[in-house]
Structures are given as structure tokens and as C-alpha cells.
């Protein structure tokens, strides 16, 4: 999917020098109706009472634009919801047209009311490319970013995004989009094709002068089913969101992704020898974390196969699991423009109990980090049948290093792998460092576990440069066109670092 260039795009525009903004035009409402905590839900149920129809459409000419063309108009800053006001959140909306065919409706809440947000071209400023379109009873916004003084500055920056299908993005204070969350996720991977449900409404509460949070609530709509949604987010280092949502069948549902996560891996020092390329690293997300049920802390790193690969990591209870982004430094990627570096990880905590299912990763092919490839979700193990509701609440958290690591466990920092000339791959794992690991690597357990081929028993030393522990082996493959890899470093019967687990595939 493209959508990281539009939202890129969008980011540039914004900053444009006000000299290009045209007069203001500032967002207005409509005639208000009354809104309460059931209302979203109440409509969501009704929604699923009958069969699925689609949104109606704005003039296809809007969607016949080229993206230069779409680049041409972009909303005026000057116009967003509470502008002048001591409101401590700003909100601005996002132009329709070209991937966005269908309006979606955004609502202002204030005392027990919502009020429509009516749709204004003049809203947005536009160059003279911007072609003349027409317009019918079906235009409205695209999609909507919330903004606020995140560096006690005066200024309002951006730190979340909702625009497309069910998508939505956050990043903390000084960092840049990267990775996206999802409202749900439908069939994916499946070999009839993925199902993309949308949000088709959004509520938004205003705040108080003093809130530091802002309360979002969704609608939801799709083939299968239909979904209310709250989000309370809150700014900061870290971008908190609390997530509370109820899915209404239209359907039996028996592959459902709940806190679907999105993101692109190109390539690392796994399999850097596919591409010419001047950077040493081209991703979003790095790896995999997942804390299970059982108390182990699993490190998978992500690939980029030649075939489409899903793996399911069973579980019951799952205490969290994310995407994580955990090389930080400008080398590690060398990309002035992408800046890798500071793009976020994202950590999902259930909330309640989340019963028996799996962590799914789907890993798809792709020869462009235009792409986003990679996809995680827990996969409940008991389908939702048509005509019930299905209850979850969970946690993210959008930063540099979010998740938590309570057993104070090393964690993996890097994985690297290349052919020997007289045959088989040397496999290296770096480890950090950590007040747990002993001076005297002698006495750390190496447990070095495959399912085929055959592997060395492996060498234990210290990392120079980051006085962690780093374990080098040696996989011949032995024909074989994949093998699956458990490592973990140990001190007696207690774990000393995460569990590394690593599918290879032949390239």
C-alpha cells in the first residue's frame, strides 16, 4: 500500500510558508443531535441489524487525480477545530480524492451534543494545478490529524493520524510516522483476500483548557461486521492510547485480527546481499516482542521472504506483544530523507482476559519500501458467530522503546547472518549489556535449539563496542528450504536474556 506517501506528502504540505494560505475559512458545524456513551455503540448495533452497504461515493474525478495533482491542495492550519481558542488540542481534517473515493463523517462532541463538521473546499488551500472538480451531496473530509503543544512551545505539532480504511498512526514527542495500527483485521493472508474494514464516523470530545488527553470515538463498518470504538489518547515521550471496542457480527468471523499492526521491512543484515542499496538497514519495525502468557519474553526478527510466510505463536492470556523499532542511531540506517531512526515502536497491552489464540505475523514479499508488508495481530482461537457482540480492550503505546522488561532480561539488539565459502550460513546474535550478565561468560548457558539441518554448538564472547554478549553459530542447511531457530542465553535454571526465535527460508 501507498499510504506513507500520502501521509508524507500531507506532513510537507502543512509546513508550507503562510504566504501560500488563502483567507481563512475556519471548520463549521452543523445542527447538533444528542450524544452519549451508548450512542456509537447504539448505532454500530443497528448498523449490523442489516445488510452491508456501501458508503455512496464522491465524483469519481476526484479519484482520477494523479498523486501530483493531490499534492496540489492541503488543509490551512489556520482553520482547524479550536483554532484561537485556549482548547489545548488543534484539529485539522484531510482533503478527499484519489485513494479516498468515500467521505467519512466527523463530529464535534460539547455538552451531551455532537455537531457535524460541514464540508468546505475553501477549508483548504489549493495552487492553480489543482484541477477544477466537481462536487456533490456526498463530499467530506478524508480523515483527520490531531495536533497540540507537545514542547511547552506555542506551537502545535502533529502526533496522530486517522485516514484510510480502519488505519491510524501516532508517534511520540520528536519522532516521525512510521508503523500503523488498525481498527481490525479480517482474513489476512487468507486465499480469498484480506477484507478492510473502515471507519465511517468519528466523534470527537472537546477538551478542557487543562486535559492533556482527548477522547476519540469511532465507527466502524464492513462486510462482516460493524464496531464502536473509544480511543482516549494522550501526548507525551510516550503516545498512550487506551482502546475499548465492541464488534457486532454480520457474519460467523473465524479469522479476526484485534489490535492489527502495520508496518514495512525491507531489509537487514539478515539478508542485505538481495539488494544494492547504499543504506545498511531499510525498515519500520525490526522485530517482533511478545510477552506470553506463560512468562517468556519471545524476540522474533522480521524477514522479507520470497513467499508469502504467516507464523501463529499460541498463546493464552498474552501479557503484551508490538512491533518494535529497536535500532535508534542515524547509522544504523544512513538515510537523510526516511530517517528510520526515529520512527516508533508500538506495544499492545490487553486489558481483561484476552483467553486462548495466537499472535499472528504475516511477513508478505516486497522489493520497494514503498510497501508495507508486515502485519500482527492476536487471532482469537474461537470464531464470533453472526448476530453476537465481541468485547476487547488493550493498550498502545507509541515511542522508542515502549514495552516493558520487568524480568530485567538482555535484549536481542541485532541479528546478522552470511554464507561460509566452504558452505552453511554463520548466524550472529547480539545481546546487550546488563547488570544480570556475569564478567566471566563461562558461566552462561547457551540453549541452541533447530528443527532441521544441523547447527555448531556455537561461540560465546563479548561485543566490543557494546560489551554485550554476542553468540556466533554455524547452520548447514543440508537441502533443506527452511528451519526454525530457538536461542536463549541462561544462568542456571533462570533466563538471562529473551527468547530468540528466527525462521529461515532460502533465498
Known sequence: MLRRDVLKTLAALAALPAAAWAED???????????????????????AAKDYAPRPKIPQEWEQISYDQYRKIWFDPRNALWENTNR??????????LY?????????????????LVFDLEAFDRTDQFPDLPLNEHMGYSGMRLRADLRNSSAFSEYAVFQGASYFRGIGTGEIYGLSARGLALKTGDPMGEEF????????????????????HALLDSPSCA?????????????????????FARTDMDHVGIAPLTSMFLFDATDRARFSDFRPNVHDSDGLLIHNGAGEVIWRPLANPKNLQISAFGDQNPKGFGLMQRKREFSDYNDLEALYHKRPSVWITPRGDWGTGAVNL??????????DNIVAYWRPAAAIPAGTEHNMRYGLQWGADPAPNPAEL???????????PEGGLVMVIDFENGSALPDDLETVEVTLRSNTGTTTAGILQRNPETNGPRLAFTFMPEGTEAAEFRVQLRIGEAPLSEVWLYRWTQT
Not at 88 to 97: A, C, I, K, S, W
Request: charged share 20%.
Open 88 to 97: 489545548p488540542q488543534r484539529l485539522d481534517v484531510f482533503p478527499p480524492g
Open 25 to 47: 475559512a475556519p471548520l463549521q458545524t452543523g445542527p447538533s443531535t444528542p450524544f452519549n456513551a451508548q450512542t456509537v455503540k447504539n448505532r454500530a448495533r443497528t448498523l
Open 197 to 216: 474494514p473502515d471507519f465511517i464516523a468519528f466523534w470527537i470530545e472537546t477538551p478542557e483548557p487543562t486535559d492533556r488527553s482527548v477522547t476519540v
Open 410 to 420: 538482555l535484549r536481542v539488539t541485532g541479528t546478522a547472518m552470511g554464507g561460509r
Open 362 to 371: 504475516v511477513e508478505i514479499p516486497a522489493d520497494l519500501e514503498i510497501y
Open 227 to 247: 464496531g464502536a470504538y473509544r480511543f482516549e489518547i494522550t501526548h507525551g515521550d510516550v503516545l498512550e492510547m487506551e482502546v475499548e471496542a465492541t464488534i
Open 100 to 116: 479516498y473515493g468515500q467521505a467519512i463523517e466527523i463530529n464535534v462532541v460539547e455538552e451531551s451534543a455532537a455537531s457535524p
